[in-house]
């Protein structure tokens, strides 16, 4: 409960002021009777109207203080919220071919990009997120899904060389607009990242682009690879692993075309930092919709202290008419 005028109780202090000088006020009026002996007031117990003598200040006190906290204006309030999430269906579709072994990432690029893809995933708990990894073929390594920790599990066993090498970014990219073409959400969005070169595949990414625009799919893509034109990479030898540097095969071009023909953006990624900044920025460009909805409905709750405060001056008056009626 709340008052409206919560000031006013501060006249509350005037009852136990009230009561003290009635008390005071008693002990004057008390009259003295001077006897050579208390035998004839001996088994003469006071009777039930002097017991009874106090209840009619006491009435009028209680109705006094009704009457105040209802000047006060007490009321109680119900408040409620509704919210409506909408989340968004987002298609992680990424290169895994030997190439994403390049060192120029620490401690190599896929394994960046999927420490970043994880921070990318637990930053989206109310979106329904799925898997497609791609090299020479491309396959559905987790479907769409709110359970992300086994999506984050499924993700963490994905390595170069689980799939025959070479890059079909057209067939990875087709593959997440099915798994996406039937879902009711609004936003749909692919992330596609990849550090090469289309050279497999039966769809084009540009005929794919045009698929994703058709069914309103956004597709943001993420060029993988250091700004060189070189990056190290791992080489098995017959006396062990050597590293030397290798030419990037980045084809910057069809990234930007499908990126705008879906209605999506380019970034490129040259190192661990660079590739997280590019996972906030679609993480602030794509965010989930949240809707609210606030009820505050106030009720008055001063008429049941008017009613107290009535009946408590209605029964002092009726005792002090009746019952303690003084005698003409």
């Known amino acids: ?74 009321q109680s309030s119900t408040s409620w919220t509704e919210s ?85 970014i057209g067939s990875g990219l087709a593959t997440a607009i099915s798994r996406l073409k039937d879902s009711k959400t609004k936003s749909k969005v692919v992330i596609l990242l990849t550090d090469g070169a289309n050279n497999t595949g039966n769809i084009s990414p540009s005929m794919a682009a045009e698929l994703a625009k058709t069914l309103g799919i956004s597709v943001y893509t993420i060029g993988v690879g250091s700004g060189s034109g070189e990056a190290p990479y791992p080489i098995e030898t017959p006396v062990g692993t050597v590293v030397r540097n290798m030419p990037v095969d980045l084809d910057e071009p069809t990234m930007r075309q499908i990126a705008e023909i879906s209605g999506g953006e380019y970034f490129r ?6 590739l997280a900044k590019i996972y906030k920025e679609i993480d602030r460009l794509e965010k989930t919709k949240l809707s609210t909805r606030s009820y505050h409905k106030v009720y008055e709750q001063f008429a049941f202290f008017v009613l107290i405060a009535a009946l408590c001056l209605l029964l002092e008056w009726l005792l002090r008419s009746t019952i303690f009626r003084l005698n003409p």
Not at 17 to 43: C, D, N
């Open 1 to 74: 409960m709340t008052f409206l005028h919560p000031h006013v109780l501060w006249l509350l202090l005037l009852i136990p002021a009230l009561a003290l000088f009635y008390i005071l006020w008693q002990r004057k009026q008390q009259a003295t009777l001077r006897t050579p002996s208390l035998q004839l007031l001996q088994g003469g117990g006071a009777g039930w109207r002097v017991r009874l003598r106090h209840l009619i200040p006491t009435l009028r006190l209680l109705g006094l203080s009704a009457i105040i906290i209802a000047l006060a204006r007490p």
């Open 84 to 168: 409506q999430v909408e989340g968004i269906d987002i298609m992680l579709t990424m290169d895994i071919s030997t190439s994403m072994l390049a060192m120029d990432f620490e401690p190599n690029r896929v394994e960046a990009a999927k420490e970043v893809a994880m921070r990318f995933i637990a930053n989206r708990p109310n979106d329904n997120i799925g898997l497609v990894v791609f090299a020479g073929e491309s396959f559905t390594a987790c479907p769409l899904t709110q359970d992300h920790a086994t999506l984050v599990n499924r993700l963490s066993q994905m390595k170069p060389g689980i799939i025959e090498d070479q890059t079909a």
């Open 269 to 274: 990624a040259t190192d661990n930092q660079s």
